[in-house]
């Protein structure tokens, strides 16, 4: 059974710093795509963030909303995803998911956490 929860959201005034964690159980974390998604009240589920690879090239992806501010990472020993997130604004406000595919592409995610919210004042 795959199990990812998050921790690491919470409150923070605008131009401040937030690392989101993902413990993860139950699938090959080394063989998978991972990533980070968020979606705000009312509107659509983003992609944030993704980790895949094909050979021996790892890819990161990022949305350019957030691009030189959020760093994906993880730690396989510890079977862990990161999302280190930088000069935050009020409009990224939202939930914020773990999340992770069937294979090692990014379009393949299927699995997802329960979510930390992420609030940032003005």
């Known amino acids: 059974q795959v199990q990812m929860v998050e921790s690491g959201g919470g409150s923070v005034q605008a131009g401040g710093s937030l690392r989101l964690s993902c413990a993860v159980s139950g699938l090959s974390f080394n063989n998978v795509a991972m990533g980070w998604f968020r979606q705000a009240p009312g509107k659509e589920r983003e992609g944030v963030s993704c980790?895949?690879?094909?050979?021996?090239?790892?890819?990161?992806y990022y949305a350019d909303s957030v691009k030189g501010r959020f760093t994906i990472s993880k730690d396989n020993a510890n079977n862990t995803l990161y999302l280190q997130m930088n000069s935050l604004k009020p409009e990224e406000s939202a939930m914020y998911y773990c999340?992770?595919?069937?294979?090692?592409?990014?379009?393949?995610?299927?699995?997802w956490g329960q979510g930390t919210q992420v609030t940032v004042s003005s």
């Open positions: 980790i895949s690879w094909t050979g021996g090239t790892t890819y990161y």
């Open positions: 999340a992770a595919g069937h294979d090692r592409r990014c379009s393949s995610i299927a699995y």
